[in-house]
């Protein structure tokens, strides 16, 4: 499953530095390297400590985690959706995207430049939110003619069109087409829009290296994440600069490094899982003497979708799948105990996936 999480931000906030630290990021995944597809978007494991703890029960010869893969996305300025600096460019990379990391400068710093010169968080968020809003309500503006032009001889564009008319007002009124209430007949008509504010997004305020320090809040991500956590969703923060740095450095280096700044791991990695989240991802596990393996799924899927992460033979063929639940697994401490104590349980094709899950599925083709 290919979902990808684009890494959008005004020029100089530190966007392509924590593209970069994503990277060349060696979190605990040594078994999936980082892999680049093309220039400017990049697969990187998903952290997950279960993996280690299922590579200790079934010791295999290789553990392959999920992974997320992320997009940095050109540059922004004022009149983007008029086409000025990289706008169209803009523009046109977030709509391949499904989901939005949006970075924002909370540092202060006289070496590098501000295209606003200042730093001012909620600035910078509502001119980027303006942007991609102004490009939606030129796209719900053309869908508008067409559709009412349709129901004049087509009787299921009405429904359309009624839906079409009060998107526009919610979005004339500064609204997220995100944040627009629908009902399910609706998110149909929403889905085909196809509109850059209905797509889920995440802040990250890029903080300075004294702040990491501190453990405080300046002025500036203070007021962004209140702001954000209070009105918006989601938002975290991180030091750009310093997880660059972090990257960088083996598995040893990387410990002492952690342990002077008292982290506990990466600010990338809370990123990392973040945006999984973001995207409504969840993890299944398969596991066995040649590999142990996190494979990726929507969240809801049934038993038989989730199967068909592995081959499509698997739904088509589906018969049952045989459930253990990690906390069961890993109080067993072995596959065949947990089994002999009555703990797995033969599901059907209604069966929700639960993250976490250690399946073993039966299918016939």
């Keep these: 499953m290919s979902l990808t999480c684009g890494i959008i931000g005004l ?13 060349s990021s060696s979190v605990p995944a040594e078994n999936y390297p980082f892999c680049t597809i093309e ?5 990187v494991p998903l952290p997950d400590k279960r993996l280690e703890v299922l590579g200790d029960i079934y010791n295999p010869q290789k553990i392959t985690p999920a992974t997320v893969e992320f997009t940095d996305i050109a540059g922004l300025v004022k009149g983007a959706s008029l086409g000025e600096g ?29 295209v606003e010169n200042s730093i001012d968080p909620l600035r910078d968020v509502e001119l980027i939110e303006t942007e991609l809003l102004l490009a939606d ?44 209430k629908c009902t399910d007949e609706e998110l149909k008509f929403l889905d085909e829009l196809f509109l850059l504010t209905s797509k889920p997004i995440m802040y990250v305020a890029n903080i300075n290296e004294d702040e990491l320090i501190s453990g405080k809040n300046s ?13 918006i969703g989601q938002a975290m923060k991180l030091c750009g600069k310093v997880e660059h740095e972090i990257s960088l450095l083996d598995t040893v280096e990387q410990s002492e490094f952690l342990s002077e700044y008292n982290l506990s791991e990466p600010g990338l990695n809370h990123l ?80 929700i996936v639960q993250d976490g899950d250690c399946i073993y599925f039966h299918f016939n083709v």
């Design 11 to 23: 020029p100089n906030v530190g966007k392509s530095t924590i593209f970069n630290a994503l990277t």
């Design 39 to 43: 220039p400017h978007i990049g697969i």
């Design 86 to 114: 990289l706008g169209n460019q803009f523009l046109a990379q977030i709509r391949q995207v499904d989901a939005i990391v949006h970075v924002v400068r909370c540092f202060e710093d006289e070496n590098v430049a501000h």
């Design 137 to 180: 309500l030129n796209t719900i503006d053309k869908n508008l003619l067409r559709t009412e032009k349709l129901s004049k001889s087509d009787n299921a564009a009405v429904l359309k069109l009624e839906f079409i008319k009060k998107l526009k007002a919610f979005c004339d009124g500064g609204g997220a087409a995100r944040n627009y």
């Design 219 to 231: 002025k500036h991500s203070d007021i962004l994440l209140s702001t954000i956590d209070k009105n």
């Design 272 to 351: 990392i899982k973040k945006a999984f989240a973001l995207l409504k991802l969840e993890t299944y596990f398969t596991g066995g003497e040649k590999e142990v393996r996190a494979w990726t799924i929507k969240k809801g899927s049934s038993a038989p979708k989730a199967a068909s992460v592995i081959h499509t033979d698997f739904e088509k063929g589906f018969i049952k799948a045989e459930i253990v639940k990690y906390a069961d697994l890993v109080k067993m401490g072995s596959e065949k105990l947990a089994k002999d104590s009555g703990l797995a349980k033969l599901e059907g094709k209604e069966y």
